[in-house]
Nanobody
Framework: QVQLVESGGGLVQAGGSLRLSCAASGRTVSSIAMGWFRQAPGKEREFVAAISWSGSSTDYTDSVKARFTISRDNVKNTVSLQMNSLKPDDTALYYC?????????????????????WGQGTQVTVSS
């Protein structure tokens, strides 16, 4: 069992930055692939970023490339999402997700159904 708690969301002006954190408990995340997803009102949940359990590989949806950075600290059992140059379209509830078993230490996952555990989400609102 893995419990995930997101933090760091808030209200920011367009062009600003936020750093989301996901704290894991219940077991170490050092061998768990992690991801961030988001869901805007009236829209489906969408993939944002993912990181392999080793941290060697990352993946981003096209709309956030060069603006967002996913990272992990396996000692602190946390995964972070640094979000820069935020746009109003980034407004959403952001979720952290964990996948227990990976194909390899370098594998990342984009599909929500591949993840086993989810946090409750943290709201990000970007004003224009």
């Amino acid at each position: 069992q893995v419990q995930l708690v997101e933090s760091g969301g808030g209200l920011v002006q367009a062009g600003g930055s936020l750093r989301l954190s996901c704290a894991a408990s219940g077991r170490t995340v050092s061998s768990i692939a992690m991801g961030w997803f988001r869901q805007a009102p009236g829209k489906e949940r969408e993939f944002v970023a993912a990181i392999s359990w080793s941290g060697s590989s990352t993946d981003y949806t096209d709309s956030v490339k060069a603006r967002f950075t996913i990272s992990r600290d396996n000692v602190k059992n946390t995964v972070s999402l640094q979000m820069n140059s935020l746009k109003p379209d980034d407004t959403a509830l952001y979720y952290c997700a964990a996948k227990l078993y990976s194909y390899s230490m370098h594998t990342t996952y984009r599909r929500a159904r591949e993840y086993d555990y989810w946090g409750q989400g943290t709201q990000v609102t970007v004003s224009s």
